[in-house]
Structure formats: structure tokens, C-alpha cells
């Protein structure tokens, strides 16, 4: 019959059925040989408050009321004797249900694993031994995990084949917008590769070798409803992810039609900095240092991140800067090429080479070298505009003119040379055969014929 779990009045697990078969005890051996152990219908849920406290955590507390176990004495005839060997044939545990709750973010984030499954073979009391495993589950809210491989409890060893297929990374949009004013719409996160556990010198040692990919993902601005950031597909075959001590390398990163905003504010701050909910740190993670001090040595990444060439293909850019006089701003589209030598590395900087369309007629270019993780130290980009529509561009171009621009082609050079925080650029505009139209109303406009 099934097994319940109660803790304070409550039912907190269940376990529909358990199952002994085949085993024997051989005494003059002291050897106890069991072909299967079958766990089926196990459910509980796992919650933390809005204090991230965990239920479990109280569950688990010892009751006032509990005695003290006592050891059992050992006898003195019991010294040399052999102890008792185990053989377990196959050990089961499935249809595990699970429901985790995270009530510690505005909006709760909710996961409910189903169709939870573990096997294990040839187990015995020698936990050195390797044990062959699967297991596997699957979300509710979509996804799966599967594994197979062994492991060795008693070496902290182990090295399982894992797929990751369909996640679902709208559950996850709390965790998004918790931090900055996004809402995560759409995205889909699979994997396949080897994962290898083993002791190491500063804990239990985890790498993971194979490939990943990001699917339809779309982050939303919120309140306005429009795109901020997202792609088709974001994927690498070349993923090599470790922990203790952690490291993220790849080959190869490829996006295919990333789209994204980049504004540059009158203030020149970037819109990102004004998505996110608290005031952001700098690249390095700590508050900017006041610009008369000297720039310290730069320290090792915690966390080191070395891809060696991200490949963007058909990218769809917005990009405007507001702090240019007149203030321009227009979108990209087709924008291909590549970065090259993209790392946490202080010493390293990323080389930058893309080329894409504005338009019809027009193109964009962007060129230079950049420290994406720290570009207010150290940033030296080039966009080229040429031939751009004036009647196709954005109200920045226009706005000075006080009239709506019916004809003529733009051609623009932006510069951006930063180097410790200082930024130096040389900017040129170049009008072709610019016809103005209907006045329009605007307070910052001139009076032109």
C-alpha cells in the first residue's frame, strides 16, 4: 500500500508502492543477495518562502521529543568477524513527481518534474565500485533531461551522457525580472555532451564537454512591449563548462538573426544600464573608481569565459545615439560577420568585423577592437554609414530641420575611442541632395526655408 510522510498535520511525500523481489539471506556466508528493489510513485514538493527558507528544512528539524539513539554495545566477540556483504541486482525508483516553488521573487516561479526515473545496477556495499545508471525526467512546462553513464559514490566519480532537449525558459522569466525590466516572451534551451565528475583540488571537480543551443528567445521591454533583445538561435557545438575551479570556453559561438537596441542617451549612458533595476556595476563587478585614481592592475576573472570567434549571421539591429549633434539613429539589417578573441582576459581585446544593409540602397559597417567586458577601459569602434535614405531615418536625423526631409542620402563616420573612461571620437555627416518638405512642430528645430 502506499506510504505518506507527515509532518505538523500534513501530508508532505508519498510513495504509491515499494517492492522487495528475490532475496535471500545466506547465513553461514553472511551474504544477502536481492535481484530488485522498486520504488514507484514518489511525490513531494519543495518550496522556498518569500525568506528563501526551505520546507524541508523545518521538516527535517529534530522533534523536542526525540530520544537520544544509543550505540549498541560491541561485543567482544564480535572483533573479526566478516561483515556482511550486499549484492543488489537493479535498484529502481520511477514515476517521481516533484514540485519546486520559488516564492522568494515578486512573481513566484513554479517547475513540476514528472516521469521522474533512476536505475542503478550491480550495487553493493563497496561504494568505490563504478554503478551503471540511468535517469531521466521531464517538466510540465516543457522540457526533458535524460543519463547514462556510472557513477562512484564513495570516489566522488563519475561520467554520465546527457540530453537536455525542449526546455521551456518562460518559467524562468521572474529570475529576469527580478534583475532588470524585461519579460522574457519565448526561448527553448537544449544540450547533449558528457558530463565527468571527480574530486579536485578545491571541491568535487565538474566538467561538461558538448553543445547547447538557445531557441526563439525574446526579451521584451516591459511596459512597452517592444523587442529589446533575442534570436533565433544561439548555439555552439564546441561547449566546454567547468566547476571548481569554473571556466566557459567555445570554439564557435554562432547567433542566427539576433535582434537587439542599442541606444546612446544625451547623458551618454546606454539603455541597457537604464533596464536594469539597480545601478549596474562595471565590467569588473565592483563601483567605478573616481576618476582621479589610478587604474589598479586588473585581476583575474573569477569566473574566466574565452570564446574564440562568435559568428552573427543576418543580425537586425536598432541603433540610435542621442548624444550626437544632430542626433542620429537608424536600424540595421542583414548584419553578418564575425568577433573575434572574445574574453574575460583583461590582456586580451575582441576583434570586431560586421557588414550589414540599412534599407534598400544603404550599408553598415562596423570595424575595431573592443574589451567587451571592460569597454570603458579600452574601446576603439568605427560604424560606417553610407547612402542612407534621409526620408527612411528615424526622427533623430531630422528633427533640427523643422521640416519632414522628402529626399537626399546620409552618409556617417561615428567614432568611439575610450580608454581608461576617457572617450575621444571624431564624427562626420555628409548630406547628398537633401529636399525639405512640410514644416513640422518642434521645439528644438530652426526656422529653414
Same mark, same amino acid.
Not at 521584451?220 to 512597452?224: A, P, S
Not at 557588414?355 to 534598400?360: H, I, M, N, S, T
Given at each position: 500500500?502506499p506510504?505518506r510522510v507527515a509532518?505538523?498535520?500534513? #501530508?508532505?511525500a508519498?510513495?504509491?508502492?515499494a517492492?522487495?523481489?528475490?532475496?535471500?539471506?545466506?547465513?553461514?556466508e553472511?551474504r544477502?543477495?536481492?535481484e530488485?528493489?522498486e %520504488?514507484? /510513485? !514518489?511525490?513531494t514538493?519543495?518550496?522556498?518562502?518569500? @525568506?528563501?527558507?526551505?520546507n524541508w528544512?523545518g521538516y527535517?528539524?529534530?522533534?523536542?521529543h526525540?530520544s537520544?539513539a544509543k550505540?549498541?554495545p560491541v561485543?567482544?566477540?564480535?572483533? /573479526?568477524?566478516k561483515p556482511?556483504?550486499l549484492?543488489?541486482d537493479r535498484?529502481?525508483?520511477? $514515476?517521481?513527481?516533484?514540485g519546486f516553488?520559488d516564492a522568494?521573487?515578486?512573481?513566484?516561479v513554479?517547475?513540476?518534474?514528472?516521469?521522474g526515473?533512476?536505475a542503478l545496477?550491480?550495487?553493493?556495499?563497496d561504494l568505490d565500485?563504478?554503478?551503471?545508471?540511468e535517469?531521466?525526467?521531464a517538466l510540465?512546462?516543457?522540457g526533458?533531461?535524460t543519463?547514462?553513464?556510472?557513477?562512484?559514490? $564513495?570516489?566522488?566519480q563519475?561520467r554520465l551522457e546527457?540530453?537536455?532537449s525542449g526546455?521551456s525558459l518562460?518559467?524562468?522569466?521572474?529570475?529576469?525580472n527580478q534583475?532588470?525590466?524585461? #519579460?522574457?516572451?519565448?526561448?527553448?534551451a537544449?544540450?547533449?555532451g558528457? %558530463?565527468?565528475?571527480a574530486p579536485?583540488?578545491?571541491g568535487t571537480r565538474a566538467d561538461?564537454d558538448?553543445?547547447f543551443a538557445?531557441?526563439d528567445l525574446?526579451l +521584451?521591454?516591459?511596459?512597452?512591449g517592444?523587442a529589446?533583445?533575442?534570436?533565433?538561435r544561439l548555439?555552439s557545438?564546441?561547449?566546454?563548462?567547468?566547476?571548481?575551479?569554473?571556466h566557459?570556453? !567555445?570554439t564557435e559561438?554562432?547567433?542566427?538573426a539576433?535582434?537587439?537596441k542599442?541606444i +546612446?542617451?544625451e547623458?551618454?549612458s546606454i539603455?541597457?544600464?537604464r533596464?536594469?533595476?539597480?545601478?549596474?556595476?562595471t565590467? @569588473?563587478?565592483?563601483?567605478?573608481?573616481?576618476a582621479t585614481q589610478?587604474?589598479?592592475?586588473p585581476?583575474?576573472?573569477?569566473?574566466p569565459?574565452?570564446?574564440?570567434?562568435?559568428?552573427?549571421v543576418d543580425?537586425n539591429v536598432q541603433?540610435?545615439?542621442?548624444?550626437?549633434?544632430?542626433?542620429?539613429g537608424?536600424r !540595421?539589417?542583414?548584419l553578418?560577420?564575425v568577433?573575434t578573441?572574445?574574453?574575460t582576459?583583461a590582456?586580451s581585446?575582441a576583434?570586431v568585423?560586421l557588414? /550589414?544593409?540599412?534599407?534598400?540602397y544603404?550599408s553598415?559597417?562596423?570595424?575595431g577592437?573592443v574589451?567587451?567586458?571592460?569597454a570603458t577601459?579600452f574601446?576603439?569602434?568605427?560604424?560606417?554609414?553610407?547612402?542612407l535614405? !534621409?526620408a @527612411?531615418?528615424?526622427?533623430?536625423?531630422g528633427?533640427?530641420?523643422g521640416?519632414r +526631409?522628402d529626399? $537626399?542620402?546620409?552618409?556617417?563616420?561615428?567614432?568611439?575611442k575610450?580608454?581608461q573612461r576617457q572617450l575621444?571620437?571624431?564624427?562626420k555627416? +555628409?548630406?547628398?541632395?537633401?529636399?525639405?518638405?512640410?514644416r513640422?512642430d518642434?521645439?528644438?528645430?530652426?526656422n %529653414?526655408?
Open positions: 500500500g506510504v509532518s505538523g498535520g500534513r #501530508d508532505v508519498s510513495l504509491a508502492r517492492s522487495l523481489a528475490n532475496a535471500g539471506v545466506k547465513l553461514a553472511r544477502i543477495d536481492i530488485a528493489v %520504488l514507484s /510513485g !514518489m511525490r514538493e519543495v518550496q522556498l518562502d518569500k @525568506n528563501k527558507a526551505l528544512a527535517l528539524e529534530k522533534s523536542p526525540a537520544a550505540a549498541a561485543r567482544p566477540d564480535d572483533a /573479526g568477524v556482511f556483504a549484492a543488489l535498484f529502481v525508483l520511477d $514515476g517521481v513527481e516533484i516553488v522568494s521573487t515578486p512573481q513566484p513554479r517547475l513540476d518534474l514528472t516521469q526515473r533512476v545496477r550491480d550495487l553493493s556495499l565500485r563504478p554503478l551503471p545508471v535517469a531521466g525526467f510540465k512546462q516543457g526533458r533531461l543519463a547514462s553513464g556510472s557513477v562512484s559514490p $564513495g570516489k566522488s563519475g546527457v540530453r537536455l526546455l518562460q518559467p524562468f522569466a521572474p529570475y529576469v534583475f532588470a525590466r524585461l #519579460d522574457l516572451q519565448s526561448g527553448t537544449s544540450a547533449r558528457t %558530463l565527468a565528475v579536485g583540488s578545491s561538461f558538448g553543445g538557445v531557441d525574446a +521584451i521591454e516591459e511596459g512597452t517592444e529589446f533583445l533575442g534570436w533565433k548555439s557545438d564546441s561547449l566546454d563548462f567547468a566547476l571548481a575551479p569554473g566557459l570556453r !567555445m559561438l554562432v547567433a542566427e539576433p535582434f537587439g542599442l +546612446i542617451f547623458d551618454g539603455n541597457l544600464k533596464i536594469l533595476r539597480s545601478s549596474a556595476p565590467e @569588473n563587478g565592483s563601483a567605478a573608481p573616481p589610478p587604474a589598479a592592475a585581476a583575474a576573472p573569477a569566473f569565459l574565452a570564446i574564440e570567434r562568435v559568428r552573427i543580425a541603433f540610435a545615439d542621442l548624444s550626437l549633434t544632430p542626433q542620429f537608424t !540595421m539589417h542583414g553578418s560577420g568577433v578573441g572574445l574574453s582576459d590582456r581585446s576583434q568585423e557588414d /550589414g544593409r540599412v534599407d534598400e544603404g553598415a559597417r562596423v570595424r577592437t574589451q567587451p567586458f571592460r577601459e574601446t576603439d569602434l568605427t560604424l560606417a554609414f553610407r547612402n535614405e !534621409m @527612411n531615418l528615424t526622427p533623430y536625423s528633427k533640427f530641420a521640416r +526631409i529626399s $537626399g542620402t546620409l552618409s556617417v563616420d561615428l567614432e568611439y575610450i580608454k575621444v571620437g571624431e564624427n555627416f +555628409i548630406v547628398n541632395k537633401l529636399k525639405l518638405g512640410e513640422v518642434s521645439p528644438d528645430a530652426m %529653414l526655408p
